[in-house]
């Protein structure tokens, strides 16, 4: 079982930055996949980004390829997204995800989940 709490999320205006944290319970986070989705109101699901066990491979949503930037430390068990150049579009309840076997964009893929962190951004 793997227990994921997101923190970081916020307001701030367009062009500013955020960072999220994911922090894992459990001993096997170092051999989950883990990624990043995000809903906005009325809107479906989307994938964000996502990053291998080890963290040497990482995918990206053309939509955020360039600005946000996925990264994982397993000594820590924290997983993050660094948001940055944020557009009001952005603006979502962030949640991540973990998985074995490979990274995927799909969230039905994912086994574990957490409760989201909302980011709302400015125009």
């Known amino acids: 079982q793997v227990k994921l709490v997101e923190s970081g999320g916020g307001l701030v205006q367009a062009g500013g930055s955020l960072r999220l944290s994911c922090a894992a319970s459990g001993r096997t986070f170092s051999s989950y996949d883990m990624g990043w989705f995000r809903q906005a109101p009325g809107k479906e699901r989307e994938f964000v980004a996502a990053?291998?066990?080890?963290?040497?491979?990482?995918y990206y949503a053309d939509s955020v390829k360039g600005r946000f930037t996925i990264s994982r430390d397993n000594a820590k068990n924290t997983e993050y997204l660094q948001m940055n150049s944020l557009k009001p579009e952005d603006t979502a309840v962030y949640y991540c995800?973990?998985?074995?076997?490979?990274?995927?964009?799909?969230?039905?893929?994912?086994?574990?989940w957490g409760q989201g962190t909302q980011v709302t951004v400015s125009s």
């Open positions: 990053i291998s066990w080890i963290g040497d491979s990482t």
């Open positions: 995800t973990a998985r074995r076997v490979a990274i995927t964009a799909v969230w039905g893929d994912y086994d574990y």
